[in-house]
């Protein structure tokens, strides 16, 4: 059990949460802030006679139109309804999943004017595994992700579709199985719902745990290459990578290193002085993107800990703050940071690729003993260099974009959500990338024989050779390379 709290909810956390199913509560503290905050503003309504964003008045650019008090129970169920206008994908599941646990999250500060009930309901589903049907395009990433969260939360009121227990369900009859009856929104609260940045923080914590995982299959697999290839192991050296002083350049040539140690071929006499830059440079290429993923897991876990809808709402100072915390700037820049961080590592994957099957290094032609007659691993190349060209054209950066909206009282957007979106797009292709690497550098080892690499991958190659076989003669690859994928995915 997680108890949801004031204290850091870090990424890994929310990694262990999501993957062991674990369930959350609400801390005492927790829902003793939720209610201060509720019986604050509702106290506020009752003294204030000048109008409070959001909680008295319309939104966006009708922020100006004053709401009577018997109107604003429905102006809050108005908001949820008219702000669902997602189209596109749907956001895989366990993105959703993300999304609730950080929009819980965002609410348990005290300073969102929620009621307590509607938070337990959010736990409630989460706890069950209740998925709001949500999809991929309509948010700016700006107001916050309105449309996306409008779909996460509609089913509090009854409306919209979940996905529950293997089948797909209105809000509905979502309720009259449960037993529940819908959450009677009251002022503020589906402001307070639908503004935020869990859309966007969601993807990128999945994004997050995805690329922490590939930078070190990335140094695994470039190890297995580099010796495949007859590689040199003096770039790794501890000397020559202080001297630059990145720590993701010293990171990575020691795990290089330490992935090589024991390995007959590396310590063996080199006829070549000197390596492509595929695999000579993997210290400073994979170190770079180990120093943008180190920069944007701060960003986001600061992201994840924080308030962001509006207005903010600080009961101990008596202030109601309409301010932008909602605005995705601080992490759409970051994520497209990321997004180029994590399609280089496919780059330079593609190209140790690419070398593997040049016919050097006495490597037979595209890894086959029978060139010719046998294509061999001609296509897997083609295969990645596809996907090294899509990544490349998603890493055009969606922050610097923006659209003016609400007759220009939401003058500029971040549009976060799409360099949210295609950041996952891009953390897939990079992980089908380092797989069809894989693919060839194992098949690559078997032309070493009978000299063995290091034993901590001749035995991760023996699991590997369990799902893929070594090729002697052309097959159908798909299959190998979406086992391959399946592996690296474990």
């Given at each position: 059990?997680?108890?949801?709290?004031?204290?850091?909810?870090?990424?890994?956390?929310?990694?262990?949460?999501?993957?062991?199913?674990?369930?959350?509560?609400?801390?005492?503290?927790?829902?003793?802030?939720?209610?201060?905050?509720?019986?604050?503003?509702?106290?506020?309504?009752?003294?204030?006679?000048?109008?409070?964003?959001?909680?008295?008045?319309?939104?966006?650019?009708?922020?100006?139109?004053?709401?009577?008090?018997?109107?604003?129970?429905?102006?809050?169920?108005?908001?949820?309804?008219?702000?669902?206008?997602?189209?596109?994908?749907?956001?895989?599941?366990?993105?959703?999943?993300?999304?609730?646990?950080?929009?819980?999250?965002?609410?348990?500060?005290?300073?969102?004017?929620?009621?307590?009930?509607?938070?337990?309901?959010?736990?409630?589903?989460?706890?069950?595994?209740?998925?709001?049907?949500?999809?991929?395009?309509?948010?700016?990433?700006?107001?916050?992700?309105?449309?996306?969260?409008?779909?996460?939360?509609?089913?509090?009121?009854?409306?919209?579709?979940?996905?529950?227990?293997?089948?797909?369900?209105?809000?509905?009859?979502?309720?009259?199985?449960?037993?529940?009856?819908?959450?009677?929104?009251?002022?503020?609260?589906?402001?307070?719902?639908?503004?935020?940045?869990?859309?966007?923080?969601?993807?990128?914590?999945?994004?997050?745990?995805?690329?922490k995982r590939l930078n070190e299959l990335a140094d695994k697999i470039g190890a297995l290459s580099l010796d495949a290839f007859d590689g040199r192991i003096e770039p790794f050296g501890d000397e020559v990578n202080l001297v630059r002083r990145h720590r993701g350049q010293i990171e990575t040539a020691r795990a290089v290193r330490a992935w090589l140690d024991g390995s007959e071929i590396i310590v063996r006499q080199k006829a070549h002085v000197q390596d492509p830059y595929s695999f000579r440079c993997m210290p400073q290429v994979h170190g770079a993107a180990k120093d943008a993923l180190t920069?944007?897991?701060?960003?986001?876990?600061?992201?994840?800990?924080?308030?962001?809808?509006?207005?903010?709402?600080?009961?101990?100072?008596?202030?109601?703050?309409?301010?932008?915390?909602?605005?995705?700037?601080?992490?759409?820049?970051?994520?497209?940071?990321?997004?180029?961080?994590?399609?280089?590592?496919?780059?330079?994957?593609?190209?140790?690729?690419?070398?593997?099957?040049?016919?050097?290094?006495?490597?037979?032609?595209?890894?086959?003993?029978?060139?010719?007659?046998?294509?061999?691993?001609?296509?897997?190349?083609?295969?990645?260099?596809?996907?090294?060209?899509?990544?490349?054209?998603?890493?055009?950066?969606?922050?610097?974009?923006?659209?003016?909206?609400?007759?220009?009282?939401?003058?500029?957007?971040?549009?976060?959500?799409?360099?949210?979106?295609?950041?996952?797009?891009?953390?897939?292709?990079?992980?089908?990338?380092?797989?069809?690497?894989?693919?060839?550098?194992?098949?690559?080892?078997?032309?070493?024989?009978?000299?063995?690499?290091?034993?901590?991958?001749?035995?991760?190659?023996?699991?590997?050779?369990?799902?893929?076989?070594?090729?002697?003669?052309?097959?159908?690859?798909?299959?190998?390379?979406?086992?391959?994928?399946?592996?690296?995915?474990?």
């Open positions: 059990m997680h108890h949801i709290s004031t204290d850091r909810l870090t990424i890994d956390r929310i990694g262990e949460i999501i993957a062991s199913g674990s369930k959350i509560a609400l801390s005492d503290e927790a829902k003793g802030l939720i209610k201060n905050c509720r019986e604050y503003l509702d106290r506020k309504m009752e003294t204030q006679e000048s109008p409070i964003y959001g909680v008295t008045t319309g939104f966006g650019s009708l922020c100006n139109i004053s709401i009577g008090k018997d109107d604003l129970s429905a102006l809050q169920r108005n908001l949820m309804m008219s702000h669902a206008c997602g189209t596109g994908d749907e956001v895989r599941p366990e993105i959703v999943k993300i999304m609730l646990l950080n929009k819980i999250q965002s609410l348990s500060y005290g300073n969102s004017g929620v009621q307590l009930e509607t938070v337990e309901r959010l736990v409630d589903m989460f706890n069950d595994d209740i998925l709001p049907v949500v999809y991929q395009q309509g948010s700016l990433g700006a107001s916050g992700d309105l449309s996306p969260l409008a779909h996460l939360c509609l089913p509090l009121l009854g409306l919209g579709e979940v996905n529950y227990r293997g089948e797909r369900l209105s809000g509905e009859e979502l309720l009259k199985r449960k037993g529940w009856q819908p959450v009677a929104l009251r002022s503020k609260e589906g402001l307070a719902l639908l503004n935020g940045t869990q859309f966007m923080s969601a993807h990128t914590v999945w994004a997050l745990l995805k690329a920069f944007v897991w701060q960003v986001i876990e600061n992201e994840v800990n924080s308030p962001t809808d509006n207005p903010t709402i600080f009961p101990e100072e008596d202030l109601i703050v309409s301010a932008g915390n909602f605005h995705g700037e601080p992490i759409a820049i970051p994520m497209d940071y990321l997004a180029i961080a994590l399609s280089e590592l496919g780059s330079i994957s593609e190209r140790r690729i690419y070398q593997l099957i040049s016919g050097s290094r006495g490597l037979p032609s595209f890894l086959v003993a029978h060139p010719g007659l046998n294509s061999g691993f001609m296509i897997p190349q083609y295969t990645a260099a596809s996907i090294v060209s899509q990544s490349k054209g998603l890493c055009w950066p969606a922050s610097c974009d923006s659209i003016p909206s609400s007759q220009g009282q939401e003058d500029h957007v971040s549009m976060g959500s799409n360099s949210a979106t295609k950041l996952c797009r891009i953390a897939d292709n990079t992980e089908r990338i380092l797989a069809i690497e894989l693919f060839n550098a194992a098949q690559a080892l078997e032309f070493r024989r009978p000299l063995k690499t290091s034993t901590v991958l001749e035995k991760w190659v023996a699991d590997y050779r369990k799902s893929v076989p070594f090729v002697e003669n052309d097959t159908i690859m798909a299959p190998n390379i979406a086992k391959s994928i399946e592996f690296i995915g474990q």
